[in-house]
């Protein structure tokens, strides 16, 4: 179903968006990913191993970067959007310019690509933005980022109606093993994942794969609309 769609993937130089990007490839998709850094997209291309791929550099941050990205990709037909940097930190003890900061990259980014790639988007295609659990399941030191995720899923919610027939979805990941901790010690990050591993229903943190399945199910389900995904091995349960 995605054969000869063109799909734009920013943030698809890494993590989920890198298995979204080789996912849609191998379903036949036209491939447009798009990052901050440009060695990271390269590497991105090669990995991807297939002709049907492009990059571009882009700070979503930057709205008239965004709106001249869009400007230059043609008629799509489907947007993903998982890039974001996130934090975390006391409530009281956080520096307020770092909630901003998250805002700026996750609210105002993913705002910025549905508001100028909207009309680039064929009526029957899609635009998925990312959430995450912490919009759901209130976890201490991530009273910023639950916030700006609640208020991502809210656009989804509204921009269903107002872009209609084009479909936006929200995917919300929890604790998925992707390239973000890679920040972390191997050994602290691998006990991290163990400790949680084992309090999940599902036994397990999930992973970019799994995410990106979530994806292209909202892409190619054409009765799918206006929804939150949530991808997180049960961890609402708990």
């Given at each position: 179903?995605?054969?000869?769609?063109?799909?734009?993937?920013?943030?698809?130089?890494?993590?989920?968006?890198?298995?979204?990007?080789?996912?849609?490839?191998?379903?036949?998709?036209?491939?447009?990913?798009?990052?901050?850094?440009?060695?990271?997209?390269?590497?991105?291309?090669?990995?991807?191993?297939?002709?049907?791929?492009?990059?571009?550099?882009?700070?979503?941050?930057?709205?008239?970067?965004?709106?001249?990205?869009?400007?230059?990709?043609?008629?799509?037909?489907?947007?993903?959007?998982?890039?974001?940097?996130?934090?975390?930190?006391?409530?009281?003890?956080?520096?307020?310019?770092?909630?901003?900061?998250?805002?700026?990259?996750?609210?105002?980014?993913?705002?910025?690509?549905?508001?100028?790639?909207?009309?680039?988007?064929?009526?029957?295609?899609?635009?998925?933005?990312?959430?995450?659990i912490v919009a759901y399941k209130a976890m201490a030191g991530s009273a910023a980022l639950g916030?700006?995720?609640?208020?991502?899923?809210?656009?989804?919610?509204?921009?269903?109606?107002?872009?209609?027939?084009?479909?936006?979805?929200?995917?919300?990941?929890?604790?998925?093993?992707?390239?973000?901790?890679?920040?972390?010690?191997?050994?602290?990050?691998?006990?991290?994942?163990?400790?949680?591993?084992?309090?999940?229903?599902?036994q397990r943190v999930g992973t970019a794969d799994d995410v990106a399945r979530t994806v292209l199910?909202?892409?190619?389900?054409?009765?799918?609309?206006?929804?939150v995904a949530h991808v997180e091995g049960g961890h609402l349960l708990m």
């Amino acid at each position: 179903m995605l054969k000869n769609k063109k799909v734009v993937i920013i943030g698809g130089s890494s993590g989920i968006g890198l298995e979204t990007a080789r996912q849609a490839a191998a379903e036949g998709a036209e491939v447009i990913i798009a990052s901050r850094t440009e060695e990271k997209l390269r590497t991105a291309v090669e990995a991807l191993g297939v002709d049907k791929a492009a990059a571009f550099q882009l700070d979503t941050t930057d709205e008239e970067r965004v709106r001249s990205f869009f400007g230059t990709a043609g008629p799509i037909d489907h947007l993903v959007i998982t890039a974001a940097e996130t934090a975390g930190g006391p409530f009281l003890s956080t520096d307020s310019a770092q909630a901003r900061q998250l805002f700026d990259n996750k609210f105002w980014g993913q705002y910025y690509a549905a508001k100028y790639g909207a009309p680039r988007i064929s009526p029957q295609g899609s635009i998925t933005l990312f959430s995450g659990i912490v919009a759901y399941k209130a976890m201490a030191g991530s009273a910023a980022l639950g916030a700006v995720n609640a208020a991502v899923a809210a656009l989804g919610r509204t921009l269903a109606l107002e872009l209609a027939p084009v479909r936006v979805n929200v995917v919300s990941p929890g604790i998925i093993d992707t390239p973000s901790r890679s920040k972390m010690a191997p050994e602290a990050r691998q006990q991290l994942y163990a400790s949680l591993a084992g309090k999940l229903p599902a036994q397990r943190v999930g992973t970019a794969d799994d995410v990106a399945r979530t994806v292209l199910y909202l892409m190619t389900n054409s009765f799918v609309t206006g929804t939150v995904a949530h991808v997180e091995g049960g961890h609402l349960l708990m």
